[in-house]
Structure formats: structure tokens, C-alpha cells
């Protein structure tokens, strides 16, 4: 079995025209076209599934209206329309909501996300504007321990309009895990240019996992580099704590799912010179691992 921890689905009216696009490789990718690629009721991710062996696909909602201005739908009524794809897709999809903390409303809806839609998490955004410890934050954190839910932050420095200031360096995010030792962290990206901060903060807390999309971009340039990383990854942040994921539709246009799974499940044939991977070690980044965070997941709804 695959499971892609890590994508996303835009619809109409979520976004407004000024959205750049979710992360800095759309810059790289050379423009704003990543995003555009709408699929209301996910047939493409089903499609894209189907033809890369994904068994399993997460979707995270990004709320991008406190730095861009909002989008046509509400963002209840994104969630919403999320929801309702994830339900009608049970078997493949699951999701994150993603709510602003800056917004009134944010942890109401947060928690009518859960309770109400079946959204296994919650997605933060931080370099829109927040700090993971900022105090509006803490709401939605109480909601997601109460819910026995992990909540998922986008990690990894990003170009302007995005605010650096910390926003996503994983060393922000101890605050957090101290104040509330019952809340499991999922850090995507392996935090990007922050990784090694991100192992140093695996080895101080236990309750941090980590997924590894959109590093695409990266083992294409280099390979070996991607190998190496992710061999540090697996012996000092634990081979149990980091999962696969695609981050598509956006990375969709430096590699295909396919190609990626591919990629990944070669590892162990296919490594530079001194780096090794275990069939077990890429069985549990590919499915164990993602696997074992959704078991303790409190599904809420039937
Ligand atoms: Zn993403």
C-alpha cells in the first residue's frame, strides 16, 4: 500500500487573484500555474492516484485569505466543499482543515471541521503571518488535543509575500510542543533549507513526524544530495517518524506521483556510493508510518 500524506485540491473561488501559489518551488517552477490546476471534485487526484500505485491520498486545505484577501467561498465553506469530496471518496481521501488561527471563528470551525466533517487534522500556514506560538494558535491547538488529532505545519523558508520571521523554522514550533505534550506535530517538507533544525527538534520531542513531498524538485537536481539527506533523516529523526507524500497537484509539474513513487521505491536498489535503504525502512515511509499516525486519529464521524 501507498499513502500520500501530503496534497492538495483547489476549486474555484477558494483563492483570489493575488495568491502567488502555495510554496517557494512554484516561484522555481516558474510561475503562478501550479495552483491553477482546479479540481473540484478530485477526480484528477483519483486519476493521478490510479496511475502512481497511491492507494491513499490526505488532503490539506491551506487558508490563504488573512494574506491575500479572501477568496469567492468562505472559508467555512471551502472546508466544507472538502469535506464533501473526502466523504463521497471515503476509501481514498482523508483530510486537514485549514483555518487562519487569526480568525474569530478559527477554532469553532476547527472543531466543527472534526466533529462535524471528518477532518483528521488541522493544516496551519504560518509563513502567512503567524508563529506557530502565538497565542491565538493556542485555541486550535486545545481543540486538536481534546479531538486527539495532529495538527500539520507547512515548515521551510518562502519568498516574499510570505513572512520569514521565524514564521517556519522548526525551532518555533518547542514552545508548542512543550506547552501541550499531548499534541502530535506532523512538519511537512522536512522543513526544506531548516532540515537539520527539524532533527534537532525530533531529538529533544517525540510527538514530531515529518513528510518529505515536494523534495521532488530537489533529487532531480541532485540526487545523491536528496539520498544523503534523507539517509540522515531516517537515523537521527527515526526511520518510524518520516512519510511519503506528493504535494501534487503543484509538484505535479517538476515530476509525476508516478515517477515519485517510483523514485522512492527504488531506494534500496538504486542509492549513491555509502548510502543504503532497507525495503523495510521505504515500506514504512511509503504506508507504516503514515499508517500508524492515522490509527490514532479519533475518527469522529461516522
Ligand atoms: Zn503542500
Redesign the pocket.
Known amino acids: 500500500m501507498t499513502i500520500d500524506v501530503?496534497?492538495?485540491l483547489y476549486a474555484e473561488g477558494f483563492y483570489n487573484e493575488s495568491f502567488v501559489g502555495?510554496?517557494a518551488i512554484n516561484t522555481e517552477l516558474g510561475g503562478t500555474s501550479g495552483w491553477h490546476s482546479l479540481d473540484p471534485d478530485g477526480s484528477g487526484h483519483i486519476q493521478r492516484m490510479n496511475e502512481a500505485g497511491i492507494d491513499r491520498c490526505n488532503i490539506?486545505h491551506?487558508d490563504m485569505g488573512v494574506l491575500f484577501g479572501e477568496g469567492a467561498l468562505a472559508i467555512e465553506q471551502q472546508n466544507h466543499h472538502i469535506s464533501e469530496v473526502v466523504r463521497k471518496h471515503k476509501d481514498q481521501f482523508t483530510w486537514f482543515c485549514g483555518v487562519d488561527p487569526r480568525r474569530k471563528e478559527a477554532a469553532e470551525l476547527s472543531e466543527k471541521c472534526i466533529s462535524q466533517w471528518g477532518a483528521s487534522g488541522i493544516k496551519l500556514y504560518p509563513t502567512t503571518g503567524f508563529l506557530p506560538a502565538d497565542k491565538e494558535c493556542y485555541p486550535l491547538y486545545e481543540v486538536a488535543v481534546s479531538k486527539q488529532v495532529p495538527v500539520y505545519f507547512?515548515m521551510g523558508p518562502e519568498a516574499p509575500p510570505y513572512k520569514n520571521e521565524g514564521n517556519a523554522h522548526p525551532s518555533g514550533l518547542l514552545r508548542v510542543l512543550v506547552d501541550f505534550s499531548g499534541l502530535t506535530v506532523v512538519v511537512?517538507?522536512l522543513s526544506f533549507e531548516y532540515w537539520r533544525d527539524l532533527i534537532t527538534l525530533g531529538k529533544v520531542c517525540d510527538n514530531v513526524m515529518a513528510d518529505f513531498?515536494?523534495w521532488q524538485r530537489i533529487a532531480q537536481r541532485s540526487y545523491d544530495q536528496f539520498c544523503h539527506i534523507l539517509r540522515r533523516f531516517l537515523d537521527q529523526f527515526g526511520s518510524d517518524r518520516v512519510m511519503f507524500?506528493t504535494?501534487a497537484p503543484?509538484v505535479e509539474l517538476a515530476m509525476s506521483s508516478k515517477e515519485w513513487v517510483e523514485m522512492v521505491k527504488r531506494l534500496p536498489h538504486d542509492s549513491p556510493k555509502g548510502v543504503a535503504f532497507s525495503e523495510e525502512e521505504i515500506g514504512a515511509l511509503l504506508d507504516g508510518n503514515a499508517r500508524r499516525l492515522f490509527a490514532t486519529i479519533k475518527q469522529q464521524v461516522d
Open positions: 501530503h496534497c492538495h502555495p510554496t490539506l491551506i507547512h511537512a517538507h513531498c515536494a507524500g504535494d503543484l
